[in-house]
């Protein structure tokens, strides 16, 4: 099981991520805005791949060009590493749709 990030931890380790994050309750939250709905699809294909080489899923909605997403750890009840190293993945492939 990972191991829960602490309150302090994660403070700091926010501001190593966009501006498209929050955290919220026990969640990690991103909101992701796109030029068009199939840049939006192609983000969420593109993220897919990863979620599953890590065996780590996202809640997330689609509506036309925005992805909301929320990121917890089931099996720790809250954040963990597994979490952020999703999140920054989320980033930097949404750098590329925002060229």
């Known amino acids: 099981m990972a191991e829960l990030i602490s309150k302090d931890k994660l403070n700091q380790k926010i501001n190593n991520l966009s501006k498209n994050w929050v955290i919220e309750d026990v969640f ?4 992701f805005v796109f ?3 199939d840049d939006a699809f192609s983000f969420m294909k593109k993220v897919a791949i990863k979620c599953e080489d890590m065996n780590h899923h ?11 997403v929320e990121l917890y750890t089931h099996d720790s009840g809250g954040i963990t590493e597994k979490d952020f190293e999703l999140s920054s993945y989320m980033d930097a492939e949404f750098k590329n749709f925002s060229k």
């Open 28 to 31: 990690l939250k991103g909101s």
């Open 35 to 37: 030029k068009n709905f």
């Open 58 to 68: 996202p809640k997330w909605t689609n509506v036309y060009n925005k992805i909301d």
